[in-house]
């Protein structure tokens, strides 16, 4: 097995509420390997965009913190850098894209200002040469005309061109791991494939690693290697992406899987669905926090919580029932 | 010919001007919908499938006319309607529903779950208040909601028991079309399948239509009985689900469907990914509208608009290609 290069072990991030602590992410564990793509899928509020933003030390101030856990980068520990270590760090060896691309754009700024920017600080180039660096990044992620865009600004561009230009921030520093947390949730589906498709050809052309944030199983299917299933703030499962779509053993992955309609399911016919709704943070159970939706639920399910066991050298799941059900 | 169809539809056209310069003068019209024509039977599914933009929401509100359409015809029950004031669409309000796409912002935040679903019944002078409110805990109970829930208020519901209010309402008259608007994209997958579901049943117990718009195909192709692609305000292509789906003619249907992410890891297909952005409806382009990103362009594309012809009894496609059906 190769090396890791991201190295996230029993991450623990909480943020303060006014109705006090809570606990977003729950000793979260995965690694991401030189060059491959780590999909990390789950439903809104499992605490897939929280890991990502505690892993580029982005949480929100003073509210989120990372309370525990290690977050080892080609060494080092991230959770225990300096301000002025991590800012050398995002950015140029990490780079992330976020969902919106009209928030992750400063709307007042060029195209230009705000690409050689992130080159600018990073890299001893003068202004010229990052003007001149900045063109060439746009023209790789299929910008027509980048000399005229570099002068305009977010507005005047579809939502898939922004998208590009947040990307092409993003690999400014050909970083070895780009973060995109639903990278094409606000997108429609032609421009989905146009972006997926640049994120794959970037990534192979600087054999970066992509670890992918999303709810849509369609999307992992089609770009991850491993896959990460998260679930009210713990991993339920991990394994290849085969593994998962094949054989999956934890309960929610199957109900997950079994849940989405496909082109190929009978029309009207009846979906089968994960009954009830995720725990609130604010109320997570003592047990296994699927335990009220589980279809396999016993009582000790809900006594105590189930630790993840390894069944091979990639899958791993955390249920107690998994090798019956 | 079967007998007369629920809603009729002829040549609908709803133009917007767009008011520019210092008299606000209208030299402009954005064509969100453009000569747009079809039929909905009773018990039937119509299915309306494009990107943002392609104008299948300003095509359903033209419906239950929340718009006054500029052209064309609507007939429901073989009833003219697109043309009738306020007053004399009251009736028509009763069998005409709709179902939108965020759940949080289509109810007042103000009001509890039982004055929501009661005031469509105060509105059309239905029944003395105990009466109301035995159709209230009906249809909580018709929609899967305990009937505690009328005295609490939408933030107290998750999103998907948000969508059964909303779904709730929009059949508290006994409508016989519903006009479901995004009805299942903001809500997460577990929770999809079980919204899916109680259309589908709800569809069967009340003989509802249902205008299912919809940008995710797999979604709509679940639903539906027969499907329509809309693309910058017109109908490319229109018939049942499995001869659009498996045989699709126009080139935009074809990369469309391509462009969907199969969740199945042992299915990577290369899609046809189509380049560029969706031109805007304002300066739509000569011709056939998709012709600048048309993998298939053809010279007379460039300036002879196409119109909607026959290639089975059951399907119509937009475009001057040769087809064999």
Known sequence: ?325 | MSATPLLRVRDLSMHFPVREGVLLRASRFNRAVDNVSFDIQPGETLGLVGESGCGKSTLGRCITRLYRPTSGSIEFEGNEISKLGQRDLLPYRRDIQMIFQDPMESLNSRHTVGDILEEPLIIHNIGDRAARKKRVLELLDIVGLPSRSMSRYPFEFSGGQRQRIGIARSIALNPKLVICDEPVSALDVSIQSQILNLLVSLQREFNLSYLFIAHDLAVVKHVSDRIAIMYLGKIVESGDGHDIYRHPKHPYTTSLISSIPIPDPHRRVDHQIIRGDVPSPINPPAGCSFHPRCPRVMDQCRHKPPSLREVSETHDVSCHLEFES
Request: glycine share 8%; charged share 20%.
């Open chain 1, 1 to 325: 097995m190769k090396e890791a290069l991201l190295e996230v072990d029993s991450l623990v991030t909480e943020f303060d509420t006014d109705e006090g602590r809570v606990r977003a992410v729950d000793g979260v564990s995965f690694s991401v390997r030189p060059g491959e793509t780590l999909g990390i899928v789950g439903e809104s509020g499992c605490g897939k965009s929280v890991t990502a933003l505690s892993i580029m030390r982005l949480l929100p101030q003073p509210a989120g913190q990372i309370a525990g856990g290690s977050l080892l980068f080609e060494g080092r520990d991230l959770a225990r850098l300096t301000i002025p270590e991590m800012e050398s760090i995002r950015g140029n060896q990490i780079g992330m894209v976020f969902q919106e691309p009209m928030t992750a754009l400063n709307p007042v700024h060029t195209i230009g200002r705000q690409l050689t920017e992130v080159l600018l600080l990073h890299k001893p180039l003068s202004t010229a040469e990052a003007m001149a660096e900045a063109i060439t990044i746009l023209n790789q992620v299929g910008i027509p005309s980048p000399e005229v865009r570099m002068g305009e600004y977010p507005h005047q561009l579809s939502g898939g061109m922004r998208q590009r230009v947040v990307i092409a921030m993003a690999l400014a520093c050909k970083p070895s791991l780009l973060i995109a947390d639903e990278p094409t949730t606000a997108l429609d589906v032609t421009i989905q494939a146009q972006i997926l498709e640049l994120i794959r050809q970037l990534q192979h052309e600087l054999a970066m690693a992509v670890m992918l944030i999303t709810h849509d199983l369609g999307v992992i299917a089609e770009t991850c290697d491993r896959v990460v299933v998260m679930y009210a703030g713990k991993v339920v499962e991990a394994g290849t992406v085969k593994q998962l779509f094949d054989e999956p053993k934890h309960p929610y992955t199957k109900g997950l899987l079994a849940s989405i309609p496909t082109l190929d399911t009978p029309p009207k016919s009846r979906l089968s669905v994960i009954e009830g709704m995720v725990p609130g943070l604010m109320d997570l159970p003592t047990g296994c926090r699927f335990a009220n939706r589980c279809p396999h639920v016993k009582s000790y399910c809900e006594e105590d919580s189930p630790t993840t066991e390894r069944i091979d050298e990639e899958h791993r799941v955390a249920c107690y029932r998994w090798e019956e059900i």
